[in-house]
């Protein structure tokens, strides 16, 4: 998977573990999703942004409990992050914690940036997605657009259903 973007294969079997502990189906959220098989991903390897995301899709369809993600995330072993939670975990100050989180992340996920912004009283904190380009030449979705695009983002007339094929 060179210069894919990728996820910690321990970090997600650990969100799976909490979407079960939810009450979902491990097989029914992985079945058919490149780098996943028997409900979970291979051991110290990776798994594609696309894959997660569809993965997260199939929970909220599942599940649509707005709060699911907060729930499992609230709910990962420190070690499911790797030496991201323990940067964080050992940092002097919050501040130090966030400042620390935001520059590594990547090393647990590529799916995108975690930023942080002074606010009035307090700092906002936001994730900026990144955008998947298409793996062959043409969207897999004739729904979408009914023709063929090109790599890269998709056309302003993209269907209200997914922003990615």
């Given at each position: 998977?060179?210069?894919?973007?990728?996820?910690?294969?321990?970090?997600?079997?650990?969100?799976?573990?909490?979407l079960e502990?939810?009450?979902?189906?491990?097989?029914?959220?992985?079945q058919?999703?490149?780098?996943?098989e028997?409900?979970e991903a291979?051991r110290d390897s990776?798994?594609d942004?696309?894959?997660?995301?569809?993965l997260?899709?199939?929970?909220?369809?599942?599940?649509p409990?707005?709060?699911?993600?907060?729930k499992?995330g609230?709910?990962?072993?420190?070690?499911a992050?790797?030496?991201?939670?323990v940067?964080t975990?050992h940092s002097?100050s919050v501040r130090?914690a966030?400042?620390?989180?935001?520059?590594?992340?990547t090393?647990?996920?590529?799916?995108g940036?975690?930023r942080?912004?002074p606010e009035?009283?307090?700092?906002?904190?936001?994730?900026n997605?990144?955008p998947?380009?298409?793996?062959?030449?043409?969207?897999?979705?004739?729904?979408?657009w009914?023709?063929?695009?090109?790599?890269g983002r998709?056309?302003?007339?993209?269907c209200?259903?997914?922003?990615w094929?």
């Open positions: 998977m060179a210069n894919a973007l990728t996820i910690m294969a321990g970090w997600m079997n650990a969100a799976l573990d909490g502990r939810e009450g979902l189906d491990r097989a029914a959220l992985t058919g999703l490149r780098g996943f028997g409900g291979a990776r798994v942004v696309g894959s997660a995301r569809r997260w899709r199939r929970a909220g369809r599942m599940k409990d707005p709060l699911l993600g907060l499992v609230g709910a990962l072993p420190m070690q992050s790797n030496v991201v939670s940067l975990a002097a130090q966030l400042e620390m989180l935001m520059r590594y992340q090393l647990v996920s590529a799916s940036r975690y942080a912004a009035a009283g307090g700092c906002g904190w936001s994730m997605p990144r998947i380009r298409w793996r062959s030449r043409a969207c897999r979705s004739s729904r979408c009914g023709r063929s695009r090109p790599v998709p056309s302003p007339r993209a209200g259903r997914a922003r094929c």
